[in-house]
C-alpha cells in the first residue's frame, strides 16, 4: 500500500463537513488495482467499489475527485475534497496533520521489482514514487534513490537503464512481474512498511470519521471488506 511522506507546505483547513452536502473523495487515479482509470475513462479499482460501498452504508452522497499523488494531503488540507482513499498508509507522520479512519486493508509489504536477480540493493539505483515512504526507506538505505512523480515511470525507469530497481508496494509490483513474462522480476526480500490503509480525513472531521468508522466495522463483520479484499488482490493476500 502506498505510503507517503508529509509536506511541510501542507495547511490546516478546519471547516467540517456539512453531512446535507455531498461528500468528496479524493483518489489519484494511478496505482493499480487500488485506484485507476479503465478503457472507459471510468475511475475503477478495488478502493472506488470500497468507498462506494462505505458511502452507502454511511448513508453519505459521495462523488469521487481526481488528484495527482504529490499534492493529495494538501488538497484535502484545502478544503479541495474531503477524504483521501488512495492506498495511504497510516503513519505517525501524517497523522500530524491530518487524520485517518480504521484502516480498511491490513498491512502489506513492499517489494523490490528489477531485470535481473544480480542486482546487490544495498548499493543500487533505485526508483521509488517521490513522495511516499518508500522512497524515504531507501533514502536511509544507503542505495541510490531516483525519484518519480508516477508509479507507471518508476518501473519505465528500470525497463530503461535508469535505475537498477524499484521499491513499492508488493500489491502493485508482483502483476507487473507476472505480466512481464519474466523480463521482470521480484528480488530481494519483502520489508513491512506502514500500519495498513485508512482513510485520510481533515482533524476537524471527527464526525465524518465516525460515519465511515462504524461502515468500515460492518463490512468487517459480514465478511464483505475481506471478500473484497480476495477479490482484488487474491487468495493469498492478507485479510482481517
Known amino acids: 500500500m502506498k505510503n507517503i511522506l508529509l509536506s511541510t507546505a501542507a495547511l490546516v483547513f478546519t471547516t467540517s463537513v456539512a453531512f446535507a452536502d455531498t461528500v468528496r473523495m479524493g483518489t489519484e487515479g494511478a496505482y493499480p488495482p487500488y485506484n485507476f482509470v479503465n478503457d472507459n475513462g471510468d475511475l475503477d479499482g478495488y478502493e472506488i467499489v470500497l468507498g462506494n460501498e462505505l458511502c452507502k452504508r454511511a448513508e453519505l452522497t459521495c462523488e469521487w475527485v481526481q488528484n495527482d499523488w504529490d499534492s493529495i494531503i494538501t488538497n484535502l488540507n484545502s478544503g479541495n475534497y474531503d477524504t483521501i482513499i488512495a492506498g495511504m498508509s497510516i503513519t505517525d507522520e501524517r497523522k500530524e496533520v491530518i487524520d485517518f479512519s480504521q484502516n480498511y486493508t491490513p498491512p502489506a509489504a513492499s517489494a523490490y521489482l528489477a531485470l535481473s536477480e544480480d542486482v546487490d540493493l544495498t548499493s543500487a539505483v533505485v526508483a521509488a514514487q517521490a513522495a511516499t515512504i518508500q522512497a524515504g526507506y531507501i533514502a536511509e538505505s544507503g542505495a541510490i534513490l531516483v525519484e ?69 466495522d460492518s463490512m468487517k463483520a459480514d465478511g464483505t471488506l475481506n471478500a473484497l479484499i480476495t477479490e482484488w488482490f487474491g487468495a493469498d493476500a492478507q485479510v482481517f
Open 148 to 216: 518519480f512523480a508516477t508509479p507507471d515511470e518508476t518501473v519505465a525507469a528500470v525497463k530503461n537503464g535508469e535505475a537498477d530497481a524499484v521499491f513499492a508496494d508488493g500489491d502493485y509490483l508482483y502483476p507487473i512481474a507476472a505480466e512481464s513474462g519474466g523480463e521482470m522480476l521480484i528480488v530481494g526480500e519483502p520489508i513491512g512498511l506502514g500500519g495498513g490503509i485508512g482513510i485520510g480525513m481533515r482533524k476537524s472531521d471527527t464526525e465524518l470519521k465516525a460515519k465511515f468508522n462504524t461502515a468500515i
